[in-house]
């Protein structure tokens, strides 16, 4: 069984949005159009898979309009024989002028039988706008997995 939960937090100039998923086989697709202009756009995914749960996530974000700042950060925990494939996309049209966008995956692995595969990608049809991206899969030693456990 997969639980999601999702949480939006909306202030003046910033939405922050938030998803938490465990669990299960699924794909899973999120699509946001960013259209506000000097507005803040946060999201946060965060994942934990156990035993042979297999997770395909694509992420999807579309910049609209000029001075729009958004950041995007996936963290994803794997038990066991689970897997992940995470595809990014931050999409900056000819208006996103003045855009800032960062893609951050980060994804640990705490079993040998875990896997996982994270490519983000960045289009940018524009200039004048700061765009990066950043993917970390990593893995504990048997100590460090036997010192969390104690």
Do not use: C, R, W
């Not at 992940?84 to 995956?105: E, Q």
């Amino acid at each position: 069984m997969q639980n999601k939960l999702f949480i939006t937090h909306e202030t003046s100039k910033k939405i922050q949005y938030i998803q938490i998923i465990t669990g299960n086989s699924d794909t899973i697709k999120i699509n946001k159009i960013l259209t506000k202009p000097t507005y803040v756009y946060e999201t946060y995914l965060f994942i934990i898979l156990n035993n042979n749960d297999k997770i395909n996530i694509e992420t999807n974000f579309f910049i609209n309009n000029k001075n729009i700042k958004a950041d995007i950060f996936l963290k994803a925990v794997l038990f066991n024989k689970s897997s992940l494939v995470h595809t990014g996309l931050i999409k900056i049209s000819k208006k996103g002028t003045l855009a800032k966008a960062y893609l951050s995956s980060k994804i640990l692995l705490l079993s040998h039988e875990a896997k996982a595969i994270s490519q983000p990608n960045l289009e940018i049809e524009t200039n004048d706008v700061q765009a990066s991206h950043g993917s970390a899969i990593g893995t504990l030693n048997d100590e460090e997995i036997f010192y969390l456990n104690t």
